[in-house]
């Protein structure tokens, strides 16, 4: 194990004296910037990935029949020689490692699993592949049972951990699939979807670089909390080009901190809500009722109604988004406005021909208007934009729309709504005051909307050019004053090269992941979503316009659905998008809800969601899942009880939304890694936890048409212990826990 860590040592000195060179050079052209820029980024990328493999760097081993042995491990590690000395556990090569098992060894005669602390080994597991004594193992046959079951026992920490030594067989097709297409993966709890996503995140940017690292991965999941919880994972398999958001965080610049009731929900996450913006939009193109009047200088500039609608029709019909096409309406209306202006003067000078009498000249017929030529239109439609009155007026029929101000108007206008819901759709359900916070729910349709709107990046792009030019206009003169003084002394080169690279693209220099985060039309090669079931028809139709290549894995449990606007079926959320091409993989085993829990959960399941299969559980040995009749007043004196029994792990309490407050009030606040955490059933989605306190049972049921649902979730994070605390009477659904009436 020395000689390895010996290699890593090595590679981190050698990309640490990479990166000093990098920096030690300078000046040059914005080419060999950018190029140095590049090199700079791959290194400390190198460097992160090295440190973070320090820990468990290599866990297996695998022998085959010709005697020779190959160790597995986070990264791959050459010798001086070039030779390997550990795999990757993403390469072709580990595969057998995680895809042996007794009946199929594929080559091997021994798989051994390695246990490390710090740089020691201090527990190996054997398996030896011998057809003879081994019993013939179905589908769902343990590989590395002794590696695994020891895993399962670790305490657990708040963040989630990864599993790269104990992958199972099962979960290795979905961590291999191929990039193209869509994959679900559907499975019950604990049955190590979000692992397998992660290690699937990580395999993809392994084995497809060059496409993944410029276009990035995304990765959606439920809840903050949860992305906390899974964040340490990619780091820890050394990735660091990947996004992690939430439905609610992916409109840059718009937090979504409120939440809708499930009524709401289900009608903002109705497909047909892309029809209602679209609507909402086209009211605001508008025509006046009748002729279009601007006051002007105590001149009445009139625009005839069918011109009006002949305008809005046109710029209609260009099909730009709307804030683009108001360009070539605005240029037109103003046209049509100094026409207007130049017929008004004619009118007031006629007037005032008829009041000064006998004066020939004016006598003569005046043609303003028809004298106009293409030049003086321009120049007049220029100062006619300069009146407040003029920009009100075509503000007020084709205004300039951010997403923001469009969804908000239109969820406070019951006339709006009214008008262009369809029939049969409860937009009453939508409607809040202009100013109300931002939910979840509002993201798809803010994106929808910022599609129909189009963003003008004009300005954005001309700057950049602008930017280009000054830099190389710069390096420019640093030269010529080389040349001019004759000192070629490399500090003028380094100001120049300082000061044109402040003018560079904003972009230099930043990752992958960090371009992306900002740009809502990013396109991603791959995008991964967790707890998929909870997304909503809209969510759905922001998700996939971020993966114009539809290379996606979706992760979730329809058992789980807690979203009224969920999924009820994985063909009804894709099928619109991908057409049937989509192929779903199932896994069956629990790895963390002890047998005796999940007998428990298996009777909830089957009164919510008969269709559904529980999971089949690894482990065995938990304590019995109790219920225990006491105020809420009284939690502390339980949960202290609770941590005691379990020693070093973590506590979580999930409560019904209506409890919560009460309930956190009641225990010092802390974060995923204090030893008490105090959740909603929405919140502890997807996380876990060594002992589970469930309270008020009855309200978590009530609180949703998806209250069933809600308790299998919240009766599934435990991975020792389970108590569900109640006042009043015990749903039935849970009768079978062992009653402890402590009032
Ligand atoms: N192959 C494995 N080796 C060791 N531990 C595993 C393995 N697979 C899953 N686990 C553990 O099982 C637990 C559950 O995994 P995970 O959270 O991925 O399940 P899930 O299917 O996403 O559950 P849920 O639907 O409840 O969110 C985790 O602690 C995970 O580390």
Redesign the pocket.
Known sequence: MSSLYGRLDVARERAQAALREVYARAGGSRQAMVEREAMASEQARRLAQLNAVERGLCFGRIDDGAGRSTYVGRIGLRDEEHESVLIDWRAPAARPFYVATATDPGGLVRRRHLHLKDRTVVGIDDEVFDLEGMSDGDRRTLVGEAA?LA??RRG?TGR??D?VA???TE?DRVIRASLQGALVVQ??????????ALHRAAYLLYTHRATLERRGVLVVGPNSMFLRYISQVLPALGETQVVMTTVGEMFPGVRASASDGPATAVVKGDPRMADVVARALELRQRAPEGDLVVELDGLNLRVPHETCVRLRDRARAVRLPHNMARKLYVTELLKELAKAEARALEESLHIEELVIEGEPELAQPLDLEGDLDELDLELASRRLWGEPEIRRAVDDLWPELTPQRLISEMLASPETLWSVAPSGLDWQELLRPVDAPWTAGDVPLLDEAAELLGEDDSERRVASRRASQEQASEELYAREVLQVTGVLEEGIFERADVLAERHADEGLGLTTADRAAADRTWAYGHVIV??AQELSAMAWRMIMRRVPAKSLTV?G?LA?TGSAAGARSWGEVLDPYLEGRWREER?LVN??TPVEIMTVAADVLRAFAPDQEPPESVREGGSRPRAARLPVAALPGLVAAELTSIGEGRVGVVTSDARHAEVAALFPEGDLDAPVVVLTVRQA??L?FDAVVVVDPAGILSQSPMGGQDLY?AV??A?RRLTVVYEGELPEVLSRLTSESTT
């Open positions: 695994l895993a399962l657990r989630m951990g599993v104990t992958i199972q979960q499975g019950g709890p604990g049955t190590g979807k979000t692992v397998a967790d707890e992760v449990d789980q896994l790895y963390r989605k997807g876990e979730v599934t994070r991975t």
